[in-house]
Each structure stands twice: as C-alpha cells, then as structure tokens.
C-alpha cells in the first residue's frame, strides 16, 4: 500500500504561480512512477505531468512550458511548479504513483485561478 497526501493549492490570480507537494508513504520502494492529473466538472481526469524513477518526465501539451514536476527521493515527496497559471488550469489536482500492480491516488488539492 502507498498512502499519497497532497498540499499546495489554492486561489492564485491569471499569471501567478504555485507548486504542489505531494508526500508518499508506505510501500514506497515498489513505485515506478509519479505524477499529477486533473479534474474540472464535467470533464475526465487528465494527465498533466509524469516523472519515472528514472526522473524521465511526461507533460500535457496544455502545460509544456509552464509547469516542472520533479520528486526528492530523500523527503519521498513530488513536486508540480506551476507557472504562467491561466483561468483554465484550474481544477482538482490528483497526486498519482504507479506501482507494477496498482494506483494509487491523494485526495486532491483545489487550483483556482481567478483575478
């Protein structure tokens, strides 16, 4: 079992920036991979960034550019920097890691951004 606890979001106003944590715990030595999806109402649930043990990264052509995941080992934790925010990114971040047999997911974090 991996137990994912997310922080970081919040309100933030069109060309703000926020970076979200997310903390993993538990069986920690069998996850492959990492990320971050998203959620608006109405909408499936979308991949936004991925990062390998190997720190090989994956991004939604909507954030290249503007968004940089990248994980501490050490503090078992993954990070989303999030920059250049716009109107449309705001949604409920998920925290994901990939294990061989399972995924596991936080509890989502709120993104808004509004002026």
């Known amino acids: 079992q991996v137990q994912l606890v997310e922080s970081g979001g919040g309100l933030v106003q069109p060309g703000g920036s926020l970076r979200l944590s997310c903390a993993a715990s538990g069986s920690i030595f069998s996850i492959n991979a990492m990320g971050w999806y998203r959620r608006t109402p109405g909408k499936q649930r979308e991949l936004v960034a991925t990062i390998t043990s190997g720190r090989s990264t994956r991004y939604a052509d909507s954030v290249k550019g503007r968004f940089t995941i990248s994980r501490d080992n050490a503090k078992n934790t993954v990070y989303l920097q999030m920059n250049s925010l716009k109107p449309e990114d705001t949604a409920v971040y998920y925290c994901?890691?990939?294990?061989?047999?399972?995924?596991?997911w936080g509890q989502g974090t709120q993104v808004t951004v509004s002026s």
């Open positions: 994901n890691a990939r294990t061989v047999v399972d995924d596991y």
